[in-house]
């Protein structure tokens, strides 16, 4: 079982930046699809951006192409989410997921809240 827990969350302004980590524990994530989601009060759970187990594909929403960037480090265990030019929009809780594709088993973080202020 992979454990995840989320941090770098926090407050910003408008047009500031934020890196999120997402640190793995109990397994590696070597093997792993890896993403992050993200949900607002009120709202569901909406996709963000993901990168395959190989590294080679990533995937993001139409709302965060091209000021979002995933990453995976697999000697440290972790993997990131580069937020530029947030908006107000971009306010939720951010989680990350990872996504076993050889048991089918998908396991999430506890969350980080990212505020983007006006």
């Known amino acids: 079982q992979v454990q995840l827990v989320e941090s770098g969350g926090g407050l910003v302004q408008a047009g500031g930046s934020l890196r999120l980590s997402c640190a793995a524990s109990?397994?590696?994530?070597?093997?792993?699809?890896m993403g992050w989601y993200r949900q607002a009060p009120g709202k569901g759970r909406e996709f963000v951006a993901s990168?395959?187990?190989?590294?080679?594909?990533?995937n993001y929403a139409d709302s965060v192409k091209g000021r979002f960037t995933i990453s995976r480090d697999n000697a440290k265990n972790t993997v990131y989410l580069q937020m530029n030019s947030l908006k107000p929009e971009d306010t939720a809780i951010y989680y990350c997921?990872?996504?076993?594709?050889?048991?089918?088993?998908?396991?999430w973080g506890q969350g980080t809240q990212v505020t983007v202020s006006s």
């Open positions: 990168v395959r187990w190989s590294g080679d594909t990533t």
């Open positions: 109990g397994r590696t994530i070597s093997r792993y699809d």
């Open positions: 997921s990872a996504d076993d594709r050889f048991t089918h088993s998908r396991y």
